[in-house]
């Protein structure tokens, strides 16, 4: 079955240290990986995506397919950076996105 | 505000009345996409179209649910003789339909089934 798991639901740090979002996926082909953030108050929308290998607001994912993981990073968290954090899965191309459950995380002063 | 908009924002109706949300993806944007999020999850795929042309529908979708997006430009989602379990934040997403091209949301509609 496509599957993205995402296994915390919150993850809180200090300011200026590193962040990990974790992300496990579940899919027999070519995976397109994506990240949304959700800011408060504020529309989903793109971080970034696997394939453009783009760093956007200091955070990078590497796609692992060995491990079939996309786990998102940054090496210093700012408070800014509070805010939900979804990895999908696209199978086909098409938009038809699979979403993990989000990852809320919280960036403290 | 050019992104996309989805009317109306928060819906209350009583369990067994029909409710329809709107919405209008960004102009230029020929595929529309429909998601349902819950409580604490991630949004879910309902259905999306190519221009006017439905061209999948989740198997999420009961018969209940209907799709429409006439002439190729706003959409609308219609829920009959709605549930509680149909309670859920109802997002709209557009998106230029070239493959891997990102999906731009709108704030979504709110329905809460009481």
């Known amino acids: 079955a496509q599957r993205v798991t995402q296994p915390e639901k919150l993850l809180s740090v200090f300011k200026g240290a590193p962040v990990e979002l974790k992300c496990n996926y579940s899919?027999?082909?070519?995976?397109?990986l994506f990240w949304y953030v959700q800011y408060s108050r504020q529309r989903l929308q793109l971080l970034l995506r696997?394939?453009s290998r783009e760093s956007i607001k200091g955070f990078t994912a590497d796609l692992n397919k060995g491990e079939t993981s996309f786990h998102l990073k940054k090496p210093f968290a700012q408070e800014e950076d509070s805010a939900m954090y979804y990895c999908?899965?696209?199978?086909?191309?098409?938009?038809?996105?699979?979403f993990g459950a989000g990852t809320r995380l919280a960036v403290h002063p | 505000d050019t992104g996309v908009s989805q009317n109306p924002r928060h819906k209350i109706t009583k369990r067994g009345q029909n409710v329809t949300f709107r919405c209008d993806p960004i102009?230029?944007?020929?595929?529309l996409y429909w998601y349902r999020q819950t409580l604490g999850q991630g949004p879910e795929f309902l259905t999306y179209?190519?221009?006017?042309?439905?061209?999948?529908k989740s198997r999420l979708l009961s018969d209940r649910f209907s799709a429409e997006r006439p002439k190729g430009s706003f959409s609308t989602l219609e829920i009959q003789r709605t549930e509680q379990g149909d309670s859920a934040m109802y997002l709209c997403?557009?998106?230029?339909?070239?493959?891997?091209?990102?999906?731009?949301f709108g704030s979504g509609t709110q329905l809460s089934v009481l």
């Open positions: 997403a557009s998106s230029v339909g070239a493959a891997g091209e990102k999906l731009f």
């Open positions: 899919y027999s082909g070519s995976p397109e």
């Open positions: 696997h394939i």
């Open positions: 999908a899965l696209d199978p086909g191309g098409y938009n038809k996105l699979i």
């Open positions: 102009s230029e944007h020929n595929r």
């Open positions: 179209f190519q221009n006017e042309a439905q061209l999948e």
